[in-house]
């Protein structure tokens, strides 16, 4: 099978903004649901937004780590969903649960024969700057999301699990997870953001947590 490298150009650039996109998404959750002070972060600028960044090490590394593997795995098609789950410290108790669903999608003008090199540029090429407006507005959608999300009592941490499709073996250094993602409870709702895509992946986010009985 022949290779086109462009294509191969352009699936490992898609890849690269949904692994920052999660990065960031990541950060900012931990911010804005108080799982660290307030202090432990510091402001910095990505897609065109000023956003709080984490100034712990530790957490730093975590995160960098599997942001680097999700991009190689983003780019193989071997990665379909991403869960952050905020749990207890004391017991690891499901909080709260973020998800990150990915889709492989493909450009429709790079299929279409009848297709001119100019009306793809105009109609099918999605810019980058179009991807940063829809990420702008999911980042504001998730920090907004504090005006309904309840706060927790109790200290909290958080956890990454990568859900990969069937036929992929992992790493020696990563783990089969064997925590459980159900958060335990009455009153479980889930809110759906919205949506961004680049020309090869579509990222859907969702957040689930447990309402607070009055």
């Known amino acids: ?3 086109n490298d462009e294509r191969t ?3 490992s650039g898609s890849s690269r903004v949904v692994s920052d996109y999660f990065e960031i998404c990541i950060h900012n959750i931990l911010f804005q649901r108080h799982v660290y002070p307030k202090e432990d972060f510091k402001v910095i600028r990505k897609f065109g937004l000023n ?3 984490s100034k712990d090490d530790e957490v730093i590394s975590y995160i960098k780590q599997i ?3 999700l991009h190689r795995w983003i780019v193989d098609g071997k990665i379909n969903v991403l869960t952050m789950l905020i749990v207890l410290k004391e017991t690891n108790q499901v909080s ?3 998800m990150f669903h990915i889709d492989l999608v493909h450009d429709k003008s790079e ?3 009848s297709s001119t090199s100019n009306s793809r540029n105009v109609k099918g090429v999605k810019t980058l700057e179009d991807i940063q407006k829809e990420i702008q507005l999911i980042i ?3 920090s907004s999301s504090i005006t309904f999300l309840p706060e927790f009592e109790d200290p909290q941490t958080f956890k990454i699990l990568v859900h990969t499709t069937d036929n992929f073996e992992a790493p020696k250094d990563w783990d089969d997870a064997n925590l459980s993602t159900d958060i335990e409870g009455k009153g479980v709702e889930s809110v759906k953001f919205d949506n961004f895509a680049t020309g090869n992946h579509k990222v859907s986010t969702f957040v689930t947590y447990q309402t607070r009985e009055q």
């Open 96 to 98: 709260e649960k973020w």
């Open 1 to 3: 099978m022949e290779v």
């Open 67 to 69: 942001t680097r593997q």
């Open 9 to 11: 150009l352009k699936l």
């Open 51 to 53: 956003l709080v960044y």
């Open 111 to 113: 299929e279409d024969p």
């Open 140 to 142: 504001r959608q998730i």
